[in-house]
């Protein structure tokens, strides 16, 4: 990780005039289809590309966009996973009228990015259309890689994944490859975590419900972390296998109990002998999965049947809060409860409050999740943390597998 951004062109390194730049974003953007209008709910992704877009449109250059958009698994439905819902908020950004294609490949495409001018953007339909994206198909990720001169990708919450566009494409470009100025903050705030001149202590805190495949990066932030800190929905399956009791709180789906059984004893053994590891102490819970539910405050060793933990309570909320203010870099990803529900919501509140003070003296945090960023932005206190992550997964992901296929592929040979 350490010396990556070194190896890495970024579009400050080109001059786009008179070229194609074939850019990959993530402009999956959240929708609220509870109206007939189905309208954008979180337009950050957008806005987030804007400065990348700004800076080939001031050199002169075309820009081709690509991008997925939910989850069509190889088939076309357009009233569902159409990117040209995007359009008009883009357009409305860039202050310029954006082209579209219906396709992103075939001879209509190519003669769609024949007629672009300098200044120009034309977007593509999603790539997820086709299922050789997401199996990186080369032959796929050809056809894309002919439709530009240079390459950049500005799609960092998308480059754990080794799909035709992230991982694929770049091998077509040899050097006429670079990232976007989103993606380069993104590895230099990763590296203030991961780097050689992290400052320690280091706390990791991991919340939510996306239980399965936050586990996986537990065992990987073992050696590094110096404090652990799990609540949410990701604490109950540590405390039913140390033998609590958790009533009916979150826990692991069935298929992926035995396999997910061995890597939490593993985490709880090998995080003994290190004692960075730590729990709730006590937990709000409820009757129901409801705002209005009646509540209690228990152990979160002792929920009765029929009970479930939706926040952490005062004393945890001490125990983390003490944790944080000792940290010096803070990495956060997952609520405490179902904040969503305002009488579950304080938990999450206060942990967000303890790391905005925590930055405030001087501690470097990151935080990264559409929920973990919603429940700041609750709080007004998004401007107070070092670096608001966009690719939650792919973060986490780093944890893992510290280089990304997709960062890998932009090193220049
Ligand atoms: P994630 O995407 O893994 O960060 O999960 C975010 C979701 O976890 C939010 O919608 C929260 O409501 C939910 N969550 C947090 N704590 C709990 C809990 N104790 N029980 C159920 N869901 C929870």
Same mark, same amino acid.
Do not use: A, Q
């Given at each position: 990780m350490e010396n990556i951004i070194d190896k890495i062109k970024t /579009?400050? $390194? +080109?001059? *786009? !005039?008179n070229k194609v730049a074939l850019v990959r974003v993530d402009f999956n953007v959240p929708v609220d289809?509870? &109206?007939?209008?189905? &309208?954008?709910? $979180?337009d950050t992704r957008i806005q987030y590309s804007i400065p990348t877009l700004k800076k080939i449109i001031s050199d002169y250059g075309k820009i081709v966009l690509i991008s997925h958009f939910g989850r069509p698994k190889g088939s076309l439905n357009r009233d569902h996973n159409?990117? &040209? @819902?995007?359009i008009p908020l883009l357009s409305k950004q860039l202050k310029i009228p954006i082209k579209f294609s219906d396709?992103? @490949?075939g001879e209509n495409v190519k003669k769609n990015v024949k007629m672009l001018k300098n200044k120009e953007i034309l977007l593509l339909e999603?790539?997820? *259309?086709?299922k050789e994206e997401e199996e990186g198909n080369e032959k796929f990720a050809l056809k894309l890689a002919n439709l530009g001169d240079i390459y950049v990708n500005e799609a960092f919450s998308v480059s754990h994944r080794s799909h035709a566009s992230i991982? /694929? @494409? %770049? !091998? +077509? *470009?040899d050097q006429k490859k670079c990232i976007g100025l989103l993606m380069k903050k993104e590895i230099q705030s990763l590296n203030k975590v991961l780097g050689k001149n992290k400052k320690k202590p280091i706390s990791i805190l991991l919340g939510g419900s996306k239980i399965y495949s936050k586990i996986k990066i537990i065992e990987s932030i073992i050696h590094f972390a110096d404090n652990i800190l799990i609540g949410g929905g990701m604490a109950y399956p540590f405390i039913k296998e140390k033998g609590g009791n958790v009533g009916n709180s979150i826990v692991i789906e069935k298929d992926e109990n035995e396999k997910t059984k061995r890597i939490l004893k593993n985490i709880i053994e090998k995080c003994r002998k290190k004692n960075n590891l730590f729990f709730p102490k006590d937990v709000v819970i409820a $009757?129901? *999965?409801?705002?209005h539910a009646t509540k209690k405050i228990v152990s979160i060793y002792s929920i009765p049947n029929g009970w479930m933990g939706l926040d952490i309570a005062s004393s945890s909320i001490k125990y983390f809060c003490d944790i944080i203010n000792e940290s010096n870099t803070i990495f956060w990803n997952g %609520?405490?409860? /179902?904040?969503?529900f305002p009488n579950f919501s304080l938990g999450t509140k206060s942990i967000a409050k303890a790391i905005a003070n925590a930055t405030e003296r001087g501690a470097f945090s990151l935080v990264g999740g559409g929920d973990t960023i919603s429940s700041l932005k609750i709080e007004k206190l998004? &401007? !107070? @943390?070092s670096y608001l992550s966009t690719g939650g997964g792919a973060m986490l992901e780093s944890f893992k597998n510290q280089i990304l296929p997709g960062i890998k592929a932009m090193i220049s040979s």
């Open positions: /579009v400050n $390194d +080109f001059n *786009f !005039k289809r509870s &109206k007939s209008s189905h &309208k954008i709910s $979180d159409s990117l &040209k @819902i995007i396709n992103c @490949i999603n790539l997820r *259309f086709y991982s /694929v @494409i %770049p !091998k +077509f *470009f $009757d129901s *999965f409801h705002n %609520p405490l409860g /179902v904040f969503e998004e &401007k !107070k @943390i």
